[in-house]
């Protein structure tokens, strides 16, 4: 390996990294935005997040890229407009019905879910019993999140704890089905965001109140777009297809807990030992599900076997 891949391999995971941090604040800003519609919040974030990034390729000499970009197949705009609109839909649902800390803990389930999903969907891949096993942790945890009374959902939250479940299997799906189309280039996330900023338009003008929400925040809101609606899409793909994909996928499993620590931080959510233990079980279980504690010798069996 050249010194020169390896830099540039270090400094693509150095910009993956960062979306971990970058994603950890999602649910404050989504907080912070206020009463905005769920469908106008997608429409307004999806919508800066995707102009800006056209503006920047623009300004960097990537048109060609870009109207190549939009012509990629059916396929590669279904899943990317689709995976976009409904896992921020869902999750910006989920924020407004629920705890904000629990809602994200259960909708952070997705690193979890992929593993899963990869063993049963993706080919040289195969759902092994440590797999389950990191299952049973990360639901576990999310059990914990729902109250002392167990699975009540019967509650006031059970729309945002349902809502924040499909968000995670919606996000997990749409990452493991990206690994299909990896050929798609970076520069098409651009034009997937305007177009879940269109779909999510719509939607608003349809269904929705029109008008400026009182007590909503702009600044939130310009907050959300330029960061884990937006920028954090186009360096987390420039770090699973430039950097050290495992570290970076060890990293995203810490992503719950960030985020936890965030909202006790900004005082939207309480420190307990039921919160810490719920988010430590997701993590542990993402992780012990991903097979990254396992022995590097065995990991190098497995992936031998595969081929």
Known sequence: MSAEFTAEAHRATLWGASTVLNWATLALFTQWAG?????????????????????????????????????????????????????????????????????????????LLIVILAGWLLPGERLRGIHLLGGVCGFIGAALLVGPSGFDWAGEYTLGYLVALLAAFIWSGYSVASRLLSRIPTTAVAWNCLGAAALALGCHLAWEPRGWPEGANPLAILALGLGPVGSAFFTWDVGMKRGRVRLLGLLSYATPLFSTLVLIAAGLATASATLLIAALLICGGALIGSDMLGSRKDRRSREASRG
């Open 35 to 111: 009463p905005v519609p769920p469908f106008l919040l997608t429409a307004l974030c999806f919508g800066l997040a995707g102009g800006l990034a056209l503006l920047v390729f623009l300004a960097r000499g990537e048109g060609q890229a870009l109207a190549e970009a939009f012509r990629q197949p059916p396929a590669g705009w279904l899943l990317g407009v689709g995976g976009l609109f409904g896992y921020h839909l869902c999750y910006f649902i989920a924020q407004q019905n629920a705890p904000a800390a629990n809602a994200g803990l259960i909708s952070y389930l997705w690193p």
